[in-house]
C-alpha cells in the first residue's frame, strides 16, 4: 500500500497503495466538507486564487475542463497499476530480504520523498502534534509489513482485497443509509466466502491481510487528526521518517543475518518508488482535476488490479469464487460512492 496524502485521502500506494496526498490548511477548517469513503475533502472548503494557480485560469469551457478530466482519470488508472506493479515486484525479494525487509527498504524511500515534499520543521512540534504523528508512524509501518507479508502468503489480489475492507468500513460506519447497510451485508458475505474453511486456506495470511485492513482505516482516521493539527504536508512527512527510523534496524539486521544481493535491493527500491513516490505524486496531480467522488469510485477497483497484478505478473491464479468475491466486495464500494448524494 501506498504513503496516503494527510488531507485529501486518508489508503491506500499502493498499496500498497498505501497504501495518500498531503495535508493542508483546508483540513483544519470545520466548514469544509468530507467524504465519508476515503476522507476525500469535497467541499466547501477555501477556493485556490485562479491569478495564482495556473490550473484554476479561465478555459474553453467546452474542451479544456474535459481534457483534465481525462487527464485525470488516465493518471488515476496509472497510479493504481504503479501501486500494484511496485508491491509485485517486490515480492520478488521475499526469497532474499524477506517481506520486512522489502517494507523496510519501502519505508525508507516513502521517507525520502515525504521529507524532501513535506520539509517539516520538526522543532516547532508540541506534544499534542507528536502524539497522531507517532501513531501514524507505527500504524504505517504495521499496515505494510502485515500487508506484504500477507501478499506472501496468499497473493496479491486477495490480500489487498482484505486490506480494502478498511476504508470500506469506515465509509459504511458513517453512514445510517439502507443502502449502504445493504453493501455492508454484501461485503461482509464476499469475506465469508473469501475466507470459506479448506483444508489448504492460509488462516494466518488471511489474518495479516485483515490486520492491514484495521491498519488502514486507522491510518485514515489519524490522517484526519494529523491534518488538523499540523499545518502542510509536515505531519504526513514526520510520520514517514519516524517510521523510517523504526525500521532501521531491522534492515540492518536483515542485511547483516542475510546480505542481499543486488537484484534484490532493486527489486525493494522499485516496489518502494512505484508504491510510494509515483502514487503519491500522481495523487497530487489527479485531485486537482476529477471530483472527490470520481476518485473514491476509482479507489475501489484497486482489489480488481491487484488481482490482475498477480495474475499477469506472478502467475497467482484465481477461481471463480474469489474473483466473484473480489467483484461483490468492489462492487458494494461502488454501490456505496453513486448513490451518495452532494
Not at 238 to 255: D, K, T
Not at 274 to 292: E, I, N, Q
Request: hydrophobic share 50%; glycine share 10%; aromatic share 6%.
Amino acid at each position: 500500500m501506498r504513503p496516503a496524502p494527510a488531507s485529501r485521502i486518508a489508503a491506500a500506494r499502493s498499496t500498497g497503495t498505501a497504501h495518500r496526498i498531503p495535508s493542508t490548511p483546508a483540513d483544519s477548517d470545520p466548514g469544509s466538507g468530507l467524504d465519508p469513503v476515503l476522507g476525500l475533502d469535497s467541499g466547501p472548503g477555501p477556493s485556490p486564487d485562479p491569478a495564482s494557480d495556473p490550473d484554476q485560469q479561465p478555459t474553453d469551457p467546452g474542451h479544456q475542463p474535459t481534457a483534465r478530466r481525462f487527464a485525470g482519470v488516465a493518471t488515476m488508472i496509472g497510479s493504481g497499476l504503479s501501486n500494484q506493479t511496485g508491491a509485485a515486484i517486490g515480492s520478488h525479494a521475499f526469497p532474499v530480504l524477506g517481506p520486512i525487509g522489502v517494507v523496510a527498504v519501502r519505508q525508507y524511500v516513502a521517507a525520502i520523498v515525504l521529507l524532501a515534499v513535506g520539509r517539516p520543521r520538526l522543532r516547532s512540534f508540541t506534544w499534542w502534534q507528536w502524539r497522531p504523528v507517532v501513531a501514524l508512524a507505527v500504524v504505517f509501518g504495521t499496515m505494510n509489513l502485515s500487508l506484504y507479508t500477507a501478499i506472501d502468503r496468499i497473493g496479491l489480489g486477495l490480500a489487498v482485497t482484505l486490506e480494502f475492507l478498511g476504508p470500506l468500513c469506515i465509509a459504511l460506519a458513517a453512514s445510517r443509509r439502507r443502502a449502504d447497510a445493504c453493501c455492508a451485508l454484501v461485503a461482509a458475505a464476499a469475506v465469508v466466502t473469501l475466507m470459506r474453511p479448506r483444508p489448504s486456506a492460509d488462516y494466518l495470511g488471511m489474518g495479516l491481510g485483515l490486520l492491514a485492513a484495521v491498519c488502514w482505516a486507522s491510518y485514515i482516521l489519524l490522517n484526519r487528526t494529523v491534518g488538523r493539527r499540523v499545518p502542510g504536508a509536515q505531519g504526513s512527512a514526520a510520520a514517514a521518517g519516524l517510521s523510517a527510523l523504526m525500521f532501521l534496524p531491522v534492515g540492518i539486521a536483515v542485511a547483516v543475518h542475510q546480505p542481499p544481493t543486488a537484484s534484490a535491493v532493486a527489486y525493494a527500491v522499485t516496489a518502494g518508488v512505484l508504491s510510494s513516490a509515483v502514487p503519491y505524486l500522481a495523487d497530487l496531480f489527479t485531485l486537482r482535476r476529477v471530483p472527490a467522488q470520481a476518485f473514491g469510485l476509482f479507489m475501489s477497483v484497486n482489489p480488481v488490479l491487484a488481482a490482475l497484478v498477480g495474475w499477469v505478473g506472478l502467475g497467482q491464479n484465481l477461481g471463480w469464487t474469489e474473483w466473484a468475491s473480489i467483484g461483490a466486495i468492489v462492487a458494494a464500494n461502488t454501490l456505496s460512492i453513486l448513490t451518495r448524494r452532494g
